[in-house]
């Protein structure tokens, strides 16, 4: 196979310009392993490889040639339907996990005085009520500790019923379809643990009830583990309001201490943004001769900060190893998720340190600072001192940050859209009744190695703004649009006449920045409080989903939680299920008579646009407006 260029690999000038660096200096990077990896397996691809037991690896043959059962006598149907069953609990263990440090972190400075004050108290009550815990006239640290028992309850409850974020969050008319189909979570935990046992060897062999179970899980993620997340974040640092920030790698500045913070979890990232503002840090950056301390953000985490600190972020997931190619980078400070090991790698070119803060997150070569709670501030003022103690050693030769950054507006938190509409989201929904914005479409993360860097986010999002379809978004989307300039208010320009009448009315871009990919759950807050307002289920909405450069584990939970809160939903990148027509029929047409929402696969995004727009035009009929 002929070497992609850099033009194939990324739209992005500021990452071309890295990869040619990287080509430069030696440097290897995730394009140049995705080369050498050609031809992928395909039976890994179509998912018929079984390796739940040691009397396999089991392969079933597509072509019906080969073997039709795996040693077990699993079929390929079965096979299918448990390696997706196991990408769902994996994404959905991801996110919940996530959410339950936060709420640790939160018990820990209630029981144990960590330094993580409420700053949102407004935010604790209202989730507080809505959870049905008394506020009035009680203390902040005893709601505050009822919460944290609430959401403790939701991982480990025995019983039955519906958790409760998701029975306090969910319309009555969703809650009534995930019961007629039996998918409602007990508890975040025990679904991801079942789906383990189901999918074990000799368990679970019907890909009907294999699936049902996946859903089930999923919602345990979306209605549970990120909706958990997004809460308690918001309650500890702050409920992100509409703010301006910068975004691609020409945000690291050639004469500060660079620090990059990478991964998930802001009970790290927020307390690094701190201890960079520390006076004596300052100082001795200063006294190596740096102008200052410059912190910006890298995936997930750097989208936190950037919503609530506008912080600026330096990429998206394929941009990561683009930023240590700068040269510039004193520290890359990485927790969980979406982490390349290869940075070690990268890194040893430069002199930028990759320092490891998770318990559960070990990047063999890198600089361990193990992080813990109790000793936050102290721990993140250590990292930072490293970080700018490693000023000096910089190769100046090695040096070439490219020029290349956009502003953003972001910041758009359901509290902070009620906000800016004054109250209420009436405006928004008469826009849609009206028929000025015909629908929402909401797309979530990630980059893929296999897509062309940020080709299929822009070209998705600039095809259905001009159909005036409002988007709203997470994750490495979000970092792709604000580095396009989709997040700036004057970009509703390129949008269709009406949806840029409204957003010039408004001051709003055409697409917004909603957070991370925990803040999906924010999504499925806004999606709820429309059916409530209009009266309908979610289905009913003018409303759809994309996943159009998908990639990991968790974009596969949340794709999943998506259809089966009720919305059609589109994946850009296949999934291992192409071997299965069963399973690719369940998840493209049974699952809308089961949860109300299904699945498509289309690897164009200017077809998958035309789709979503049918899709939307048709549910504004069926609505009758
Ligand atoms: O949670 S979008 S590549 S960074 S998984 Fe990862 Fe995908 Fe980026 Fe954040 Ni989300
Ligand atoms: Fe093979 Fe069945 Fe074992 Fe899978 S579970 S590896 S199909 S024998």
């Known amino acids: 196979m002929a070497k992609w260029t850099p033009e194939e690999k990324s739209i ?58 795996g040693v077990c006598g699993a079929t390929a149907d079965t096979i299918v339907a448990r390696t997706l069953e196991r990408m769902i609990a994996a994404g959905a263990a991801a996110h919940s996990d996530h959410g339950r440090h936060v709420v640790l972190a939160m018990y820990e400075a209630l029981e144990h005085g960590a330094p993580y004050p409420i700053k949102d108290e407004k935010k604790l009550k209202a989730v507080a009520e809505k959870l049905g815990i008394e506020t009035e006239g009680r203390e902040i640290k005893e709601i505050a500790k009822d919460l944290v028992n609430v959401a403790f309850n939701d991982f480990g409850k025995q019983d039955e019923k519906l958790i409760k974020f998701a029975d306090s969050y969910a319309n009555e008319k969703r809650k009534e379809v995930w019961k007629k189909a039996g998918v409602e979570p007990r508890n975040i935990d025990r679904e991801i643990v079942e789906a383990m046992h189901r999918t074990h060897m000799g368990v679970d062999h019907d890909p009907v009830s294999i699936i049902l179970h996946g859903i089930r899980t999923s919602l345990g993620d979306g209605w549970g583990g990120s909706l958990i997340a997004t809460e308690f974040q918001d309650i500890l640092f ?51 001769g740096a102008k200052g301390i410059n912190t910006v953000g890298m995936c997930c985490t750097g989208l936190e900060v950037l919503m609530r600190h506008g912080t600026p972020i330096a990429g998206n997931y394929l941009q990561q190893e683009m ?47 193990k992080f813990d709670e109790r000793r936050a501030d102290e721990i993140a003022k250590e ?46 929904e008469d826009a849609i009744i009206s028929g000025k914005i015909r629908g929402v479409v909401g797309i979530v993360g990630c980059n893929n190695a296999k897509v062309k860097h940020n080709y299929n986010h822009i070209t998705l999002t600039n095809e259905l703004i001009k159909n005036n379809i409002l988007i709203i978004g997470t994750g490495c989307w979000a970092t ?55 009266n309908v289920d979610i289905p009913d ?46 998840l493209t047409k049974a699952a809308f008579d089961v949860v109300g929402g299904a699945f498509f696969i289309e690897p164009d995004p200017t077809k998958a646009a035309k789709i979503l727009t049918e899709y939307i035009e048709d549910k504004r009929k069926k609505l009758g407006i």
């Not at 990287?22 to 392993?33: K, L």
């Not at 009720?566 to 192409?578: A, C, D, N």
Request: hydrophobic share 40%.
């Open 12 to 69: 992005d000038r500021a990452t071309q310009e890295m990869i040619r660096k990287a080509e430069r200096d030696g440097v290897e990077t995730v394009w140049d392993r995705l080369e050498k990896q050609q031809p992928q397996c395909g039976y890994g691809q179509l998912g018929v490889c079984c390796k739940n037991c040691m009397q396999g690896p089991c392969r079933i043959d597509p072509f019906g040639e080969g073997p039709t059962k």
């Open 238 to 288: 702050g409920t992100p309001q509409i703010n301006r920030g910068e975004a691609n790698l020409g945000v690291i500045k050639e004469d500060y201490v660079n620090i990059v913070i990478h991964g998930h979890e802001p009970v790290l990232s927020d307390k690094i943004v701190e201890a960079a503002q520390d006076e004596e840090l300052l100082e001795l950056a200063r006294k190596y």
């Open 323 to 369: 930023a240590v190619v700068t040269g510039a980078v004193e520290a890359m400070v990485v927790d969980v998720q979406c982490i390349m090991p290869s940075l070690v790698d990268v890194a040893r070119c430069y002199h930028t340190k990759i320092i490891d803060t998770s318990d559960i997150a070990t990047f063999p070569g890198a600089l361990h600072i």
């Open 383 to 428: 990292i930072v001192k490293t970080a700018v103690e490693n000023f000096p050693n910089r190769n100046k030769q090695l040096i070439q940050i490219p020029q290349y950054k956009s502003e953003a507006v972001g910041g758009f938190s359901v509290e902070a859209i009620l906000d800016a509409l004054g109250g209420s989201l009436k405006p928004l």
């Open 480 to 534: 792709a649009c604000a580095e396009y300039g989709i997040f700036l208010p004057e970009y509703a320009k390129n949008a269709g006449d009406s949806l840029r009448e409204v957003c010039e009315t408004l001051g709003i871009p055409p697409a917004l920045n909603m957070g991370s990919c925990v803040d999906c759950s924010r999504m499925l807050v806004l999606a709820d409080m429309i059916a409530r307002d209009l």
């Open 541 to 586: 909405l003018p409303l759809a989903g994309s996943a159009t450069e998908a990639m990991t584990e968790k974009a596969v939970s949340i794709g999943t939680y998506f259809v089966s809160s009720g919305i059609f939903t589109h994946l850009g990148t296949v999934p291992p299920v192409l071997g299965s027509k069963k399973v690719v029929d369940i």
